[in-house]
């Protein structure tokens, strides 16, 4: 039994590593089942389909809720802010497929946001404390405004090297996102 769940396991981060870099279309159960180091049989002895096996891919570890505390909303911001960074970081390639093949599988953004934002409404606890009436959309565009955003910052984070000589500071990403979402776009702070 141990053997099928590692298994099992290699085939989702090959496959999860696949589809990332190539997308859907362009990865093959051929391919995967070469690095796993199993035939093609025997993928599908863990998985019905190749859409399976994606779905499989975008399930995300590290998932962290954060309780919001209305007595101080600045703290609260930066812990769910880095929630989010330490949770896109981890399953980057997972969120990579995500962007990449929504526009084509409407039923991996379904997954996904029934994994993440329906789990996850610390965004909608947030925005409750500041305001009282908020459509359920408004909190959802601010979730994926600040996943999107993130996602870009840390795959720029990866190319950097290639795309400019010196390499930006990105370390304090998550407090300078906070910055901009409790005292606006140009981050100053209230004296």
């Known amino acids: 039994m141990q053997t099928q769940i590692s298994t099992k396991k290699k085939i989702i981060q090959e496959a999860r590593k696949l589809f990332a870099e190539r997308g859907y279309s362009a990865t093959t159960t051929a391919e995967i089942a070469r690095r796993v180091g199993v035939s093609e049989a025997a993928l599908y002895k863990h998985f019905k389909s190749k859409k399976e096996m994606i779905l499989a891919c975008l399930t995300p570890t590290d998932y962290v809720k954060v309780e919001i505390n209305p007595e101080n909303l600045s703290e609260s911001i930066r812990t769910l802010i880095k929630a989010r960074v330490n949770l896109i970081r981890s399953n980057l390639d997972s969120f990579n497929i995500l962007y990449r093949e929504s526009p084509n599988h ?3 953004a379904k997954m996904f946001l029934e994994q993440i934002y329906t789990q996850d409404n610390s965004m909608e606890e947030l925005m409750k404390t500041t305001q009282e009436d908020i459509p359920p959309v408004q909190s959802l565009l601010y979730e994926l405004g600040i996943t999107s955003a993130i996602w870009s910052i840390l795959n720029f984070e ?10 930006l500071p990105l370390e304090h990403m998550a407090d300078e996102m906070a910055d901009i979402l409790l005292y606006g776009i140009l981050g100053k702070k209230e004296e």
Not at 158 to 167: A, F, G, S, T, W
């Open 106 to 108: 409407p039923e991996i």
């Open 158 to 167: 990866k190319l950097q090297e290639q795309l400019i000589p010196e390499k």
